[in-house]
T-cell receptor, first 112, second 109 residues
Framework: SAVISQKPSRDICQRGTSLTIQCQVD?????MFWYRQQPGQSLTLIAT?????????ESGFVIDKFPISRPNLTFSTLTVSNMSPEDSSIYLC?????????FGPGTRLTVL | GQSLEQPSEVTAVEGAIVQINCTYQ??????LSWYQQHDGGAPTFLSY????GLEETGRFSSFLSRSDSYGYLLLQELQMKDSASYFC??????????FGPGTRLSVLP
């Protein structure tokens, strides 16, 4: 199985600030994704992190709000910008190998 | 479009067998996966069906029938620690997985 680490594990932030979440995957991973999950809900894909180019965002998510970087094959960051209480959620980094997708431990974000 | 359906909740007792169904309306995928997620934890991979039929991994088995657009996860000899949410996911080549809404399993003593 692929190893995926993510930090911070949790944070409490003030409205209007930004938080950057880091994700490190091992070399088995070919694709990297960022998800959001509200309590009791399924996983919502935010974007596919592309190495060396702009991320591919899903409907409802934009680069200005959720800038994503992937400078190399095994590292990516997601920034939640200008946060509001509605951004409170769990953010999950995910890496895909040939036929399996693995998840990092998640970042539990609370915006006050 | 791609959509998957799962029961929202299932309850069973320790030692029992439970089946969690997943129906889908999509095509062009090459497999069906199942994930387990405990409260406060991340989804963890359970099983993958690339071909129709049954795959067995210990107490867990998963089944896929492409002709019926249907799959299921079978959990045997239920234990309290199996209480969690279970997600089916359709696997596409070169893309992210598409996840179902999840089924919350409660195992009672």
């Amino acid at each position: 199985s692929a190893v995926i680490s993510q930090k911070p594990s949790r944070d409490i932030c003030q409205r209007g600030t930004s938080l950057t979440i880091q994700c490190q995957v091992d070399s088995q991973v070919t694709m990297m994704f960022w998800y959001r999950q509200q309590p009791g809900q399924s996983l919502t894909l935010i974007a596919t992190a592309n190495q060396g180019s702009e991320a591919t965002y899903e409907s409802g998510f934009v680069i200005d709000k959720f800038p994503i970087s992937r400078p190399n094959l095994t590292f990516s960051t997601l920034t939640v910008s200008n946060m509001s209480p509605e951004d409170s959620s769990i953010y999950l980094c995910s890496g895909k190998t040939r036929d399996t997708q693995y998840f990092g431990p998640g970042t539990r974000l609370t915006v006050l | 479009g791609q959509s998957l359906e799962q029961p929202s909740e299932v309850t069973a007792v320790e030692g029992a067998i439970v089946q969690i169904n997943c129906t889908y309306q999509t095509s062009g995928f090459y497999g069906l996966s199942w994930y387990q997620q405990h409260d406060g934890g991340a989804p963890t991979f359970l099983s993958y069906n690339g071909l129709d039929g049954l795959e067995e991994t210990g107490r867990f088995s998963s089944f896929l029938s492409r002709s019926d657009s249907y799959g299921y996860l079978l959990l045997q000899e239920l234990q309290m620690k199996d209480s969690a949410s279970y997600f089916c996911a359709v696997v596409f080549y070169g893309q992210n997985f598409v996840f179902g809404p999840g089924t919350r399993l409660s195992v009672l003593p």
